[in-house]
């Protein structure tokens, strides 16, 4: 196996080194997210536990019973908010989805708490659990619930996607979470334990990155995952965009694409606007 330099993991994997404009990009979605929660109803910061940042925002959907969709936002599991996800509730919610968007705790955490990736993990399962039991209340069907999210929250959607529910929630079918959208994720973290820039934050042991690489699982027994990740992100990007699809199949991921012209934070926006091939992918998903 070929070796690579501590250099060459951070010009693989820090993003907002690879995208000069980056923070153009936030800048960007942290106005259109407000606009987003003016524009649209939503009850914001529910609570669905008691840990560290464990809320969630809800944009229900015009009609009830709808399909939900769950997003969990990216940052490399270390910064950003669902507050700044505000923005891809419109476009969900045009396409008839109750939308909610979560919040989860920060790596590292505190010394006191400190926090964990396999954590974050385990608070997505306990907003997952929230959400089938409670967002009927808002309009959404809790048996038709798609997960997605974007890099880090791409990452922890095909995780919820292989959780069997019976060793969680008895209450809950053991695989109904059955579609989930992966843009620009990341399912195999042992590179990560190698990168410099995340490795103070991170803190990640080779036990925990075993634990939360979705590429080490068996494929998931129900459901699909589609994949996407933009054609002008990085090779290992790219690479484990592909490596998702190779490792559990066809018919577990029956979407794996690169969307051209794209970086890892522009592909995000591609969501939005309607006529995207991202946007036809996330309808076609609601409707499967």
Known sequence: MKTHSAAWYDSMYNNRALVPDHAAHFADWSKTSADARAALKCTLDIAYGDGPNESLDIFPASKPNAPVVVFIHGGYWRSLDK?????????????????????YALCPGTTELPVTIPDIAQQMVKAMAWTWHNIARYGGSPKNVSVAGHSAGGHLAAMLLACDWKHVDPSIPAHWIQKALSISGLYDLTPLRKTPFLQDSLRLTAKHARMASPALWPRPQKGVLYTVAGGDESPEFLRHNRLIHQVWGARAVPVCEELAGLNHFSI????????????????ALLDL
Do not use: I, Q, Y
């Open 83 to 103: 507050a700044d996800h505000s923005f891809v509730a419109p476009p969900l919610h045009d396409m008839g989805a109750c939308v909610v968007v979560v919040n």
């Open 268 to 283: 995000v926006t591609d969501l939005t606007k309607k006529g995207t091939r991202l946007s036809a992918l996330t309808k």
